[in-house]
């Protein structure tokens, strides 16, 4: 791919560009410039923004624009009759039988704590599997995230034109992706690499230039 000088804009030489070291000279502005941090702030040549792939649903309309991807996965196969198994077992058996004999056991409910609570994260996981979606809004320059199911999930608002960059973080190898400016603010967690990869140039070509 071209590597653009985020200087001058001029497309940088191959012969000027020193992957092992991470870095890139631009001969025309006479500017050193580390690679990897250019290569953060624009897409890659092959992505169309045209051709969303599957899951992923943009709206653009030049200051105004949406990119939501749907966090469902064949995971969900699997965690569907776990979470049954699980939720279901632990809380009837701890918490049905005392609704079904009409008596409260202070130390059985107090037991019960970790599955109840562990039963909540593994059910909105699950669901969020099946139904979650991850979503980023721009209108005008005020953005915002959105990662939940429906309208209920967490939101954070900020200004778009404080993104400078878009990176793929690894993290104990679960990927997902940040922006960068005056704060980090990180998302999708739980996509495929293929609707990772969309919405990190998507965003990336919606950069300040």
């Known amino acids: 791919m071209d590597v653009i000088c985020t200087q001058c804009k001029r497309k940088i ?20 410039l580390i690679l990897s941090s250019i290569l953060e702030k624009q897409p890659n040549n092959n992505f169309d923004i045209n051709q969303p792939v599957s899951g992923i649903k943009v709206e653009d309309n030049g200051y105004n624009w949406s990119i939501e991807a749907s966090n469902r996965s064949i995971t969900a196969i699997f965690l569907v009759p776990f ?15 005392q609704l ?10 107090l037991f019960g704590l970790p599955f109840l609570l562990g039963s909540i994260v593994l059910m909105t996981f699950t669901l969020m599997n099946i139904f979650g979606r991850t979503c980023v809004r721009n209108e005008n320059g005020k953005a915002l995230i959105f990662i939940g199911i429906g ?3 967490w939101y954070r608002r900020f200004g778009w034109k404080n993104i400078d960059q878009v990176k793929e973080v690894n993290l104990h190898k679960n990927r997902h992706l ?12 739980g996509l495929s690499s293929e609707k990772r990869y969309f919405m990190s140039n998507f965003l990336r070509s919606k950069l300040k230039k």
Request: contains cysteine; aromatic residues 10%; negative net charge.
């Open 13 to 32: 030489e191959t012969e000027d560009i020193n992957v092992a070291k991470d870095t890139a000279y631009c001969s025309s502005c006479q500017n050193l």
């Open 83 to 97: 979470t049954l198994v699980w939720a279901g077992g632990s809380l009837s058996g701890i918490y049905g039988s």
């Open 100 to 109: 079904i004999n009409g008596e409260f056991d202070p130390s059985l409910s």
């Open 151 to 153: 309208s209920f999930g």
């Open 178 to 189: 940040s922006l960068e400016g005056n704060k980090r603010l990180n998302l999708g967690w």
